[in-house]
């Protein structure tokens, strides 16, 4: 057994890097993310030190976060290396670039973050990236989050993702 599954279920999103310009993204699952801070607006997440997407974080040093309910996306992207694949045209993702950064983003998403690189902690096989949240929007959205937060997907572990109903779903 592993000790970050006492940790589980946990939100997961979408990290997105690259540059829409220059037509170099790349998409993949997470859950390994967390609020860092308000004063600076801040976020963070570990990435393996391995995958394409630390490879285009430490080039462009800025990247997405995108929320969606979409498992079977999330499930795709997660199992699939963007150095091999491209995964928006798989995948049929369909993206747009930020308002502020020129990273990717997921269009229709219930959320899209633009983040700017502010520090990285190397901790053994991962990156932890620290990002400044540079613009955010949310769709059905208020003071208290997300008027519908029950749409919002949580990973156990593996294929298993549940929603706050508790039943668990797994992608195709």
Known sequence: MKFYRTLHPRP??????????????????????TPIAEDIPALGFACDKEHFTHKLIQKYKE?????TED?????????????????????????KPGKVLNV????NALANLECKVIKEIEVGEVMF?????????????DEYGYKEFWRLPL???GKAFTFSSKKLYFPK
Do not use: Q, R
Request: hydrophobic content about 45%.
């Open 12 to 33: 997961v999103v979408i990290i997105g890097s690259g540059k829409v310009k220059n037509n170099e993204i790349n998409f993949m699952a997470c859950s390994w993310i």
């Open 63 to 67: 990247f997405s976060v995108n929320i």
């Open 71 to 95: 498992i079977d996306l999330i499930w795709k992207v997660g199992t699939t290396s963007g150095e091999n694949v491209n995964k928006v045209e798989v995948f049929d993702i369909k993206i």
């Open 104 to 107: 990717p983003l997921i269009e």
């Open 129 to 141: 990236y620290i990002g400044e949240v540079k613009h955010w929007e949310a769709s059905d959205f």
């Open 155 to 157: 990973h156990k572990g």
